[in-house]
């Protein structure tokens, strides 16, 4: 028995990287998922591993930065899954320039992702877990939304909205027994930072005490954590998941 039978965990960008990881972690702990991303073959990957756990898995195409499709999404997922117990707010991308050089593209394709989108997916959840008197909900920030990042003025600026979202979140439900949290990741080896050069791995490295790079499962540890019963009495945190990056 797993401490998350019988729990439904919807996470966002689940198709890869750190969502499947997370996926995947809380399916080993009992939880079957839907699992959701661009595309549902996107989703194939996770889904098979979920399964080969023993757990359930649903798959959804959604684009999280247009309300039509998350709502769409979501009624979809509670009629197959019947509920929802565990909302990830994973889905998210970079598009890197200077300030300078960054056009009004770039700002809002990084702020409609990964900030609007995590307030569309709660937003279509919350009734829901007003209405159940629990819930746990876990948004991917990023440590550079605590300390920023030259050429990541957009991305930063959604993170530190995605920390400032989830205080606010959380103070809203508490009185429902809905927690509200979030990870910050710090330098996590994935598809996202696989392009970095060399030279800036050594750079970064030379700045996290732990001397390696995370994985998506040093994150998928912490969700697990902060989704579980375990964190009943902890909400509107920032878990820095960081090799103590920031301290
Ligand atoms: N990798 C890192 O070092 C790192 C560090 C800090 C924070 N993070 C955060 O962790 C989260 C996951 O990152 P990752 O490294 O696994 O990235 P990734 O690029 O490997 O995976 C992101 C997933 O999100 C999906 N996605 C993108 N746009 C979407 C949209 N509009 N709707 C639905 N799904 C969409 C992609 O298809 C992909 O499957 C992101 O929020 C990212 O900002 C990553």
């Not at 098979?48 to 756990?53: N, S």
């Amino acid at each position: 028995m797993g401490n998350l039978n019988n729990k439904i965990a919807l996470i966002t960008g689940a198709g890869r990287g750190i969502g499947q990881a997370i996926a995947l972690k809380l399916a080993a702990d009992g939880a079957d998922t839907a699992i959701v991303d661009l595309k549902p073959e996107f989703c194939a990957e996770t889904c098979e591993k979920v399964r080969a756990l023993g757990r359930r898995a649903w798959a959804y195409g959604a684009d999280v930065s247009k309300a039509a499709s998350v709502e769409e999404t979501v009624a979809k997922v509670l009629a197959d899954c019947g509920k929802v117990d565990i909302l990830v707010n994973n889905a998210g991308i970079t598009k890197d320039t200077l300030l300078m050089r960054m056009s009004e593209a770039d700002w809002d394709a990084v702020l409609d992702i990964n900030l609007k989108g995590t307030f569309l997916f709660t937003k279509a959840l919350a009734r829901e877990f007003v209405k159940q008197r629990s819930g746990r909900i876990v948004n991917i920030a990023s440590v550079i939304g605590l300390v920023g990042n030259a050429g990541q003025c957009n991305y930063g600026a959604s993170k530190a909205g995605v920390i400032g979202f989830t205080k606010s979140v959380a103070r809203e439900l508490a009185s429902r027994s809905v927690t509200c949290n979030a990870v910050a990741p710090g330098f996590i080896e994935t598809k996202m930072t696989a392009g970095l050069s060399e030279e800036l791995r050594q750079k970064m490295m030379a700045n996290i005490p732990l001397r390696r790079l995370g994985s998506p499962e040093d994150v998928a540890n912490a969700v697990h954590f902060l989704a579980s019963d375990q964190a009943a009495y902890i909400t509107g945190q920032v878990l820095t998941v960081d090799g103590g990056m920031v301290m």
